[in-house]
């Protein structure tokens, strides 16, 4: 099965511009299903499984397999869907004759609100930045985190051309290489000009196909590096909860559908493809109000 899982990935890739963080992960998936089938069939080497054989009983055993191993509902699901996509590729190609899990749900997934900040929390974030030139830098990634709803892998892939402070919006290579338009705020705006401004007279450049946001040796800024960022102004600005980078994401949406924007909206500004991704933040607003009832409302 090696040989075909390679093929499929590499599919992934050329074919269907997927992430470079999916493919590892649907490829660390498909691998462990592989070793599990060899074991199964009685093979020795993981290369000698055979895809054709593999049935629902066999999918199901494997599923149980990683229940009893306590992996996750997300991770059982992720595991699947890796299967599921192999399996239609493999129909295609006409290289095995059924998708053995047409036949298997995925598991209820555990209702998680996601964590965001308040209004004043967010307000402390953006105020901790300094004056140097990393703190300029940073002050414009937390603005432009908040104003956008920007994935990190989207943020550090930004170079300078892609922002339009004329027109208030900020061009995004999102997943699976779809392109939007992402809104720009005056605060977002205003911090990465000062950033850019800052940095040129350091004697860096900002054309228009220079990162937007450099490390200290003058190359783009890696994703880790922004939630280190974001871990450092959390602490400066006292805020008790552990934030990431994709909170500020969450921060953006839930903010926004509080202040009455249309979910589709909301929507189409985070590049979600479909809608069901976007209404858990309708649990996020639904738990403030039973909050907010519980401690004004006379019988609450």
């Known amino acids: ?25 649907y490829g660390y998936s498909l691998h462990r299903f592989a070793a599990y089938v060899a074991e199964e069939q009685g093979k020795e080497d993981v290369a000698q499984a055979d895809a054709a054989l593999v ?17 996750h509902k997300a991770g059982v699901s992720r595991d699947l869907a890796a299967i599921s996509s192999f399996f239609r590729y493999l129909c295609r190609q006409s ?17 998680r609100l996601p964590r965001f900040l308040y209004y004043e929390e967010v307000e402390a974030l953006l105020s901790a930045p300094d004056d140097t030139l990393g703190g300029l830098r940073d002050k414009a990634i937390l603005e432009l985190l908040y104003a956008s709803g920007l994935r990190v892998s989207e943020l550090t892939s930004l170079n300078c051309g892609n922002i339009d402070a004329g027109l208030g919006f900020v061009r995004v290579m999102g997943k699976g290489q779809k392109e939007r ?18 940095r040129i007279q350091k004697g860096f450049t900002a054309a228009p196909e220079d990162p937007l946001f450099l490390n200290l040796r003058g190359g783009r800024l890696s994703d880790r590096w922004v939630r280190k960022i974001v871990d450092k102004y959390v602490e400066q600005a006292a805020i008790a909860k552990k934030i990431s980078p994709h ?11 509080e202040n009455g924007a249309d979910l589709r909206v909301i929507q189409e500004l985070l590049g979600h493809q479909s809608i069901r991704t976007t209404q858990i933040y ?10 907010v009832y519980d401690k004004t409302h006379p019988r609450a």
Do not use: W
Request: aromatic residues 8%; glycine residues 4%; hydrophobic residues 40%.
């Open 1 to 25: 099965m090696d040989t075909l899982i390679n093929e499929f990935l590499t599919y992934l890739d050329c074919e269907r511009n997927a992430s470079p963080l999916t493919i590892k992960a």
């Open 282 to 291: 309708t649990h996020v607003t639904s738990a403030q109000l039973k909050q």
């Open 247 to 257: 909170a500020l994401r969450h921060t953006f949406a839930t903010h926004l559908l």
């Open 181 to 198: 338009l992402a809104p720009l705020g005056e605060e977002a705006a205003y911090a990465i000009n000062r950033y850019c401004q800052a």
């Open 95 to 111: 290289l095995v004759v059924g998708n053995p899990t047409r036949r298997s749900a995925y598991p209820k997934q555990d209702k």
């Open 55 to 71: 049935d629902h009983v066999t999918l199901r055993g494997y599923l149980l397999a990683l229940k009893e191993q306590g992996l």
